[in-house]
């Protein structure tokens, strides 16, 4: 499998996680890696919700930081840029 295919399926179950929906992906790699993927996942969706909920602006301006610098350290740690 290419790598380009890999991110490509890596994106959309990262986009079904952030919707709610089941994935089935189990991702694989180095502890270091793994984490920057959970950390960029979990603030993409996190931000996500709160955005649904309509949070007040203070709380979504958190959260846009929190996942730029998830972003900024995953690709920092792979070599990818977080693209959701």
Same mark, same amino acid.
């Given at each position: 499998?290419?790598?380009?295919?890999?991110?490509? =399926?890596?994106?959309?179950?990262?986009?079904?996680?952030?919707?709610?929906?089941?994935?089935?992906?189990?991702?694989?790699?180095?502890?270091e890696?793994?984490?920057?993927?959970?950390?960029?996942?979990?603030?993409?969706?996190?931000?996500?919700?709160?955005?649904?909920?309509?949070?007040?602006?203070?709380?979504?301006?958190?959260?846009?930081e929190? =996942?730029?610098?998830?972003?900024?350290?995953?690709?920092?740690?792979?070599?990818?840029?977080?693209?959701?």
């Amino acid at each position: 499998m290419s790598t380009t295919n890999t991110y490509d =399926k890596m994106m959309q179950a990262s986009a079904r996680y952030i919707l709610g929906e089941s994935t089935g992906v189990k991702i694989k790699g180095s502890a270091e890696r793994v984490q920057a993927f959970q950390d960029v996942v979990v603030a993409s969706r996190t931000l996500y919700e709160a955005l649904c909920d309509q949070k007040p602006m203070s709380v979504i301006t958190q959260l846009i930081e929190a =996942k730029r610098s998830a972003a900024e350290n995953f690709k920092r740690i792979t070599g990818n840029t977080w693209s959701l």
